[in-house]
């Protein structure tokens, strides 16, 4: 099975993929680059697309957006639309035979009907709906953006559980987030874990305002820059240690967490692929912090042979397999992460076993799991078909 079609009876099938929206450089972006790959073919349909905020590949890329793209605000602050992306969702409409969604609110309910089977590659179901204040960092109630989102949710909640109903096939990216798939949709889902998406034997380029201040290595954080992420307390774990730290990010905290950097701290944004493996190759250890859905950087820093000082939770429980190839810290607390970061420091790592084990997480892998998803998806809709034909004929 090759290329952005697949077999389905005398002809190839069309593939389609849809993704929330096109405005970043982050993990489920790089898993829509990778779908891409597997069905290069395939018309991208997502709301918004910033060619200059999210990977430069997606250049190369047939993609169709909402009418809420129009809008260059909306394209640089994508947040800032969600009272408008429910509305702009059911204007994004597919054809094809099988649509893959890469979904964390808003793919999966795209207008679909004029396609034929749904398969949602979800990430987490909606982060601000069910998990509401991990997402906004504090109490929803206690600020004006979670006002606003506690009186738009019933309405969302209404319409994502409609769309979620409606697609035919649901996979999950980790173990934890196939059990939040069960608790907000009742669907069962089976788990694809994601591909890491850097490739170690490409070549790096420095980053120019580290290389200096880099010395012998550092630890290394790559993230988001929002309040649940916990960037903040790491950077607060590091003040005082003489180990150095890197933090490479971009979000709404970029500008309060520059103003409290002490100096064995650097924050850089905006990297290119070859920076980010200057990055990875130069880390002594990369520290996860945050409760992620599954969380790719383990995998990529693995890539590199480097182990991972990671939070107790969420999908890195499918990812590290401590004093193999990394370590777990109970808290995302400044003293919790402090502590594991000197306990490091006697642990002597084994690179080869770590990039050894990264290679069950290879890309690969990833495009045999979700082609065989699709064919299968196709056979049932072909053999759904082919009864209702038979029925049609037998009846008077």
């Given at each position: 099975m090759n290329g952005g079609a697949v077999g389905a009876g005398a002809r190839r099938a069309r593939v389609a993929i849809a993704h929330d929206y096109l405005t970043q450089r982050g993990g489920a972006e790089r898993v829509v680059l990778a779908m891409l790959r597997a069905f290069p073919d395939a018309t991208i349909h997502t709301t918004l697309y910033d060619p200059e905020g999210t990977y430069p590949e997606f250049r190369e890329a047939r993609i169709e957006v909402s009418p809420l793209n129009r809008i260059g605000f909306f394209r640089r602050h994508h947040r800032a639309a969600l009272p408008l992306l429910a509305l702009a969702s059911r204007g994004v409409r597919t054809d094809a035979d099988v649509v893959v969604a890469s979904s964390s609110g808003w793919a999966h309910g795209f207008d679909h009907s004029r396609s034929g089977g749904v398969l949602v590659y979800c990430h987490n179901p909606a982060r601000w709906l069910y998990q509401s204040d991990t997402y906004l960092g504090r109490r929803a109630a206690t600020s004006p953006n979670g006002l606003a989102l506690l009186a738009l949710r019933p309405f969302l909640v209404h319409w994502d559980k409609r769309a979620a109903a409606r697609a035919d096939v649901y996979l999950a990216n980790s173990t934890v987030v196939r059990e939040r798939v069960r608790a907000a949709y009742g669907r069962e889902a089976d788990v694809v874990a994601p591909p890491f998406g850097v490739d170690?034997?490409?070549?790096a380029s420095p980053i120019d305002d580290v290389a200096d201040w880099a010395g012998d290595g550092f630890h290394l954080v790559v993230s988001r820059l929002l309040p649940y992420k916990n960037v903040h307390h790491v950077v607060d774990a590091f003040r005082g240690l003489p180990e150095r730290l890197l933090v490479i990010g971009s979000g709404p905290m970029a500008q309060e967490l520059r103003a409290r950097l002490p100096d064995n701290v650097r924050l850089v944004s905006g990297l290119t692929d070859d920076q980010m493996r200057w990055g990875y190759a130069r880390a002594l250890a990369l520290i996860a912090p945050s409760h992620e859905d599954f969380g790719l950087t383990p995998l990529e820093a693995g890539a590199f042979g480097r182990p991972t000082l990671a939070l107790h939770a969420g999908g890195y429980l499918d990812t590290i397999t401590p004093g193999l190839n990394g370590t777990f810290f109970a808290e995302p607390t400044a003293a919790s992460i402090?502590?594991?970061?000197?306990?490091?420091?006697?642990?002597?790592?084994?690179?080869?076993?770590?990039?050894?084990?990264?290679?069950?997480?290879?890309?690969?892998?990833?495009?045999?799991?979700?082609?065989?998803?699709?064919?299968?998806?196709?056979?049932?809709?072909?053999?759904?078909?082919?009864?209702?034909?038979?029925?049609?004929?037998?009846?008077?």
């Open positions: 170690p034997a490409l070549p402090r502590a594991a970061v000197v306990a490091d420091r006697a642990v002597t790592w084994d690179p080869v076993a770590i990039a050894a084990n990264v290679r069950r997480f290879d890309e690969p892998r990833f495009h045999e799991e979700l082609r065989r998803r699709v064919e299968t998806l196709l056979a049932d809709a072909l053999l759904a078909d082919t009864r209702a034909s038979g029925e049609q004929r037998r009846s008077p």
